[in-house]
């Protein structure tokens, strides 16, 4: 089992950054990659990005490369977002996951967070 908890949501004005954490607990955490997904309101759950165990691999959705970057502290059991230039369209509830199988853009993650609200405002 895994636990894992976001935080570093709040608001924001369209321009600025925000850094999200997702903290785990539990299993070894070096078994398992970790992706950030987002939902706005009606819609879907949406791939942002995923960082490999190791941290060596990462990977973006399209409309956030270049401006949001994941990275991993395997000492302290966390997993970050750092979300730059951040425009109206990325307001969202953002989730964090785990897996210990493929990485993949899909919601087939065995752990999930309770999520964080990101609010853009223009």
């Known amino acids: 089992q895994v636990k894992l908890v976001e935080s570093g949501g709040g608001l924001v004005q369209a321009g600025g950054s925000l850094r999200l954490s997702c903290a785990a607990s539990g299993r070894t955490f070096t078994y398992y990659h970790v992706a950030w997904f987002r939902q706005a309101p009606g819609k879907e759950r949406e791939f942002v990005a995923v960082i490999t165990r190791s941290g060596l691999g990462t990977d973006y959705a399209s409309s956030v490369k270049g401006r949001f970057t994941v990275t991993r502290d395997n000492a302290r059991t966390t997993v970050y977002l750092q979300m730059n230039s951040l425009n109206t369209e990325d307001t969202a509830v953002y989730y964090c996951?785990?897996?210990?199988?493929?990485?993949?853009?899909?919601?087939?993650?065995?752990?999930w967070g309770q999520g964080t609200q990101v609010t853009v405002s223009s």
């Open positions: 996951a785990a897996t210990s199988g493929a990485v993949v853009r899909t919601t087939e993650y065995e752990y």
